[in-house]
């Protein structure tokens, strides 16, 4: 801490100089997360929020992906992303050419893709999902079929909760793929009175053996209202730092995953990108159109 709060200072300073606003995903680290963020939530509450940023500039502590769903939701002021270099292992997995492909291959079934999708995966989609509304938006074309891409556990987890045929992509978040169900298993071992909480991004096999499945915010508001007595989240490792802050009385076992691409932000590349402006996140106009219209859609039809 006392290595931090130069940093702290000087953000919390310099943002209000340059009428800046910090966008955080919960996966940001706590003193990201708890000291220098005004805006703090899941991909859903991030890109709702954006909508409402009445800043000139917005600094976001996440990952290329989201700054740019920032930046298409306010094409006017200036996105900037503390490491451009922040990626996304689902967002790479697929491409505009892939979707244009699968549209050849299902014609007429609607498109939704995951908001972990670049601007050009988006910009060739019917509309959004995020991890928290995926269900209703599959649900909300009526059709029998949809494809749901990139994440195919995402999508074989929604698969398992609706009647729609859901047609899912190989694309995979490289820090939910790494959790067995054998490792829940050994938890629920060790302590029969463990619960455990898991992102809908982990394997269906995994998603079986826990107690509960839901968005990161999902995951935070069941902490808060349950209050058990020890946890287990499977997800990213900073989730477990940044709600223990808050809930003092629950004990959460860590067998996290860290998340290299969100890690990529620190106080310290924060810093420079308050000072020096950088980097700047563009989109082009003929994609960002389009790209648009997805993720307002998305928004459009509520939680
Ligand atoms: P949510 O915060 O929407 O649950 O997404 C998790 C994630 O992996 C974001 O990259
Ligand atoms: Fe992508 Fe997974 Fe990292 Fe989220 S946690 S940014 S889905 S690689």
């Known amino acids: 801490w006392p290595f931090f709060a130069p940093y702290i200072h000087a953000i919390n300073l310099l943002k209000k100089e340059r009428g800046a606003v910090l966008l955080a995903h919960n996966y940001q680290t706590p003193e990201i997360f708890h000291c220098v963020s005004d805006i703090r939530g899941d991909s859903l509450q991030l890109a709702k929020e954006a909508t409402k ?6 600094v976001q502590c996440g990952v290329h992906f989201m700054a740019e769903t920032s930046k298409l939701l306010n094409p006017e002021k200036t996105v900037l992303i503390p490491d451009m270099r922040a990626g996304c292992s689902l967002a790479e997995s697929i491409t505009g050419a892939d979707v244009r492909l699968l549209r050849q291959k ?11 999708t670049s601007a050009e995966v988006k910009a060739e989609s019917d509309i959004c999902c995020t991890s928290s ?10 059709t029998d079929r949809v494809l749901c891409i990139p994440d195919e556990y995402l999508a074989q987890n929604i698969a398992k909760q609706t009647k729609v045929k859901v047609i899912a992509w190989k694309g995979h978040c490289e820090v939910h ?5 054998e490792e ?4 629920r071992k060790d ?3 463990v ?48 709600v223990a802050v808050e ?38 106009p003929a994609i960002a159109a389009p790209a648009r219209r997805a993720v307002e859609r998305m928004i459009n039809l509520g939680n």
């Open 184 to 187: 829940l298993r050994q938890y």
């Open 53 to 58: 940023v009445d800043a000139d500039v917005i």
């Open 133 to 142: 509304n995926a269900l209703k938006v599959v649900e909300s074309f009526g």
């Open 106 to 116: 299902y014609p007429g079934v609607p498109v939704v893709t995951y908001v972990n």
């Open 247 to 284: 809930n003092p009385d629950v004990e959460f076992v860590r067998p996290c995953n860290l998340c290299p691409h969100m890690k990529r932000i620190s106080l310290k590349n924060i810093l420079e990108s308050l000072v020096y402006m950088r980097e700047e996140v563009t989109i082009d």
């Open 195 to 242: 619960v455990i909480i898991a992102h809908p991004e982990c394997p269906p096999e995994v998603v079986a053996e826990a107690d509960f499945a839901g968005s990161t915010s999902g995951m935070i508001s069941w902490v808060k209202e349950h209050k058990p007595a020890r946890v287990v989240m499977v997800t990213e490792c900073s989730m477990s730092d940044n």
């Open 191 to 193: 302590d029969p009175n």
């Open 177 to 181: 793929e790494r959790f067995t169900p």
